[in-house]
């Protein structure tokens, strides 16, 4: 027997907002993949000094919104399912997995806030040494930091005033018209853009979350009390 009154709008109710988070699950999923492959992180990530290169935590904090962009989907389209169908497994199910992303996004949350400004300093400490070895190396250290640091400039648009001075064409580090503009900020404001539209994300994703469990847990309890009478 199908459930009637307040507890069929909630069923309708629920289908849309669990369409509305199959829609989250895939703008996050690809916000994550744009993320990944953006022609600016993508082309500072790439780089390395001989054998060492840049720190990858961006690149783990992204797959890992990937991963989480993908589970919400399967989650939402579960979700949709099982209030169509007025199923209290499928409902149930919905409800421990909701918990479950819930709790994730929660501890993630907890670690980005505690960690959120790691990414932007592995990344000027990784331009400091190699800016070091460019001005300063041996002569074979310098050849390999020199394309690192043009990178970084050219893909930042920055630069040291004494590097403009100490290199000229074609050997010059800068961009032209670029003089003494910090890369350290401009580093900061690359990443921190990126993790603050993430984060954005995340809170609007968990707000549905709470709505969704709260009119997944009514739905059950009506299905339950029509089933008895």
């Known amino acids: ?134 001005k300063s190396g041996t002569k074979e250290q310098k050849e390999k930091a020199r394309p690192v640091v043009k990178a970084f400039h050219e893909t930042l648009q920055c630069c040291r005033d004494d590097l403009s001075v100490m290199f000229t064409a074609p050997d010059n580090l800068c961009p032209a018209g670029v003089k003494d503009v910090d890369c350290h900020t401009k580093i900061e404001e690359l990443f921190q853009s990126k993790l603050h539209l993430v984060g954005i994300a995340a809170a609007v994703v968990a707000v549905i979350m709470i709505i969704e469990m709260i009119f997944s847990m009514v739905l059950c309890c009506g299905i339950r009390i029509y089933s008895v009478y």
């Open 1 to 134: 027997m199908g459930v009637e009154g307040c507890t069929k709008c909630i069923k309708y109710m629920l289908f849309v907002f669990n369409f509305i988070f199959w829609l989250a699950g895939g703008v996050i999923l690809g916000v994550a993949l744009w993320l990944r492959h953006e022609p600016k992180t993508s082309h500072l990530l790439i780089q390395q000094i001989g054998d060492k290169q840049v720190p990858a935590t961006f690149y783990i904090g992204i797959y890992i919104i990937i991963a989480v962009g993908a589970v919400m989907m399967f989650v939402g389209f579960l979700g949709c399912y099982g209030a169509i169908q007025e199923s209290q497994c499928l409902l149930g199910t919905f409800f421990a997995c909701l918990v479950i992303l819930f709790a994730c996004e929660v501890a993630a949350g907890i670690w980005g806030f505690v960690n959120r400004d790691q990414v932007s300093n592995e990344i000027k400490l990784f331009y400091n040494e190699a800016y070091e070895q460019a």
